[in-house]
């Protein structure tokens, strides 16, 4: 390891220039400079953001028609007391040299300290989560901001880092284990984040192969990537817990999950400053390893719903069509029907009644592939939508309709796309 000069404390005193905040922006873009306003503006944006907003029932009800459900032998297991062993498999699991929460234990020394801890750690949250009550030092989280871009004085263009405690992330984690042994019997095969045996390049490849296709073939269709605002900060609790039942999970493990989010609550940390604590009322917590599954369930309903009432595109069979394809909040719609647009905003106005969701249709875009046109009799919310032919970013890579390929690329071309979809419309 290297040791300390003037070289490597210039550095850190870079990095730490670059995180100082020195103003931001009140409600009406007046600058604050003074420490304290500073700490009011940030408590008062998360307050806001983390208040719950009133749902509607009715639209819950819609959302969960039909939804896929957890076989009984499942909801059994998923009910039973978690054990010493399934903590002691969390630990090992835990990724190590990160942050500590409040207490300042880090994995490293539960690790070293198991034997000692781990009886005494099962039996307080046995009797936490019996009782009801989150233990004191799992109910608060440090959310630390990280400057993403733009002008770093308003707070949206802040990303919070929430820091959690080690022993709440224990048991999350164990958690979070048996949950993903489930979650590829209720979560559609086209949303592939958290499911276990599911990747990233399912998605990519697919539409890869789709564009492919369609400048080979001459189709038709577009392609919608809807952006989801503040996707994981917005989930409400109370829809949440909802549709855990509604896809059948039983109330002890319900419970958990309850207990997890019970007076939960969140300090602002802004240049080494916390502010007052802030109630977490809605949102799925950074940083818990339990936010990622628990997102794929909440907006599983709403990608049914998109599936049960858009057209998608229809290839060879009826039966076997493409609808979408979703990675967490990042959602992209296969349109050839120009009417499955106003289908999208009327699904999505029923997914916002319902849990708090918000589209940015301003930052929501569209690819057109082959001779596909927008039309212009669309809802107001969709004509703010950026059409273009040029490439659609989506999980982070560039898709192009027009871009040339070499024909040895056109080679079954047809049958891995069919191959995909066939594996896809397993639920549709």
Known sequence: ????????????????????VTCLLAEDGTPLTDPEAMC?????????????????????????EELPTVSVGDRDRLELPLTLAEFSEALRR???????????????????????????????????????????????????????????RDLRNWRPVSLLSTDYKIVAKAISLRLGFVMADVVHPDQTYTVPGRSIFDNLFLVRDLLELGRRDGLSFALLSLDQEKAFDRVDHGYLL?????????????????????????????NWTLTEPVSFGRGVRQGCPLSGQLYALVIEPFLCLLRRRMTGLVLREPELRLVLSAYADDVLLVVQDPGDLARVEACQ??????????????????????????VSSLPPAL??????????????????????????????????????????????
């Not at 929460?101 to 490293?108: A, F, R, S």
């Not at 950026?386 to 079954?412: D, K, V």
Request: charged fraction near 20%; include cysteine; charge should be positive.
């Open 94 to 152: 835990m990724p190590t040299n990160k942050s500590p929460g409040m207490d300042g234990l880090t994995v490293e020394f539960y690790r070293a300290f198991w034997d000692i801890l781990g009886p005494d750690l099962v039996t307080v949250w046995a009797e936490s989560l019996q009782s009801g009550v989150l233990p004191l030092s799992c109910r608060r989280a440090v959310l630390a901001l990280l400057p993403k871009k733009g002008d770093l």
């Open 40 to 64: 009011g503006r940030a408590r008062d944006f998360y307050t806001r953001l983390f208040s719950p907003d009133p749902t509607d029932p009715d639209a819950c009800e819609v959302l969960w």
């Open 242 to 270: 909802s549709t855990l039942q509604a896809f059948g999970f039983g109330p002890q493990f319900v419970s958990f999950l309850r207990v997890l989010y019970a007076s939960a609550e969140c300090l602002v940390r802004l």
């Open 383 to 428: 004509q703010t939508i950026r059409w273009s032919a040029g490439p659609l970013l989506y999980l982070g890579i560039y898709l192009s309709a027009t871009h040339p390929s070499p024909p040895e690329n056109w080679q079954n071309l047809e049958g891995r796309v069919i191959e995909r979809l066939r594996k896809w419309t397993r639920l549709l």
């Open 1 to 20: 390891m290297d040791c300390g000069s003037r070289f490597f404390y210039a550095l850190e005193k870079m990095r730490g220039a670059k995180k100082h």
């Open 349 to 374: 106005a029923i997914y916002s009644a319902a849990s708090s969701a918000r589209v940015n249709w301003v930052k929501s875009s569209g690819l057109a592939v082959g001779d596909w046109r927008q």
